[in-house]
């Protein structure tokens, strides 16, 4: 019986992970600037396919879009996985929707740092803890103007939502999330350190210009 039961637990966390993994690795950012006319995101500013470097390209409409689409794969893997109202699906969907955008075996599993996409898993899983990490974000950018530094501190303060919000259940999955963030975002606390981080820029850039961005 204990076997069965134990197969039924893998199993299920695989199936979520690996649907996770499917919808989170669509590359919204580089099929977006490729669509707008800028080519390969890969090539502009840090390489990365999220919404910070979308806006690098100067197109704040494309950024936003990313940024909303990012962040709704997470969310939607999460509530598709909810329907089978299975706690280790929903486990398994929300860490393979953050991993799939990280690392998209369609490039190589060289993708985004997943913020986006970790905001829209924390808001399907508990939606106070995701408002609260989003507006943590927003106002930290808001004051900084540094987009990595709102994301460490959103992540960071993540797990102390959930213990607030009383959502302990979720507590190891919501912290080995937001541990996975602060991994992919190892060269940017050492540019931090160092003073060097680029601050967001919301100037235009033409289509000719985007794509000799070097910062980092």
């Known amino acids: 019986m204990f076997e069965i039961i134990a197969n039924h637990i893998q199993m299920g966390g695989l199936m979520g992970l690996l649907g996770g993994y499917l919808l989170g690795s669509i590359p919204f950012g580089l099929v977006l600037c490729y669509m707008a006319g800028y080519g390969d995101i890969r090539k502009i500013g840090s390489g990365n396919i999220g919404a910070t470097n979308v806006m690098r390209t ?30 280790h699906i929903v486990f398994g969907a929300a860490l393979g929707a ?21 905001l829209g898993t924390f808001l399907a899983l508990s939606w106070p803890v995701g408002l609260a990490c989003c507006v943590t974000w927003l106002v930290t950018a808001l004051i900084t103007r540094i987009s990595s530094l709102s994301a460490l501190i959103a992540l960071a303060c993540a797990p102390l939502y959930v213990a607030w919000f009383g ?7 919501v912290g080995l999330i937001a541990a996975l963030g602060w991994m992919r975002h190892r060269a940017n606390i050492d540019r931090l350190i160092k003073h060097q981080e680029p601050k967001i820029s919301f100037k235009k850039k033409d289509k000719a210009s985007a794509g000799s961005i070097t910062s980092p």
């Open 58 to 87: 100067g197109n704040k409409l494309l950024a936003l879009a990313t940024l909303i689409l990012d962040s709704s794969k997470g969310l939607a893997a999460v509530l598709i996985a909810g329907l089978f109202h299975d706690a």
């Open 98 to 118: 953050v991993l799939g955008h990280n690392f998209p075996v369609w490039l190589k599993f060289k993708g985004g740092k997943g913020v986006a996409t970790t």
């Open 167 to 173: 959502d302990t259940k979720q507590l190891y999955l």
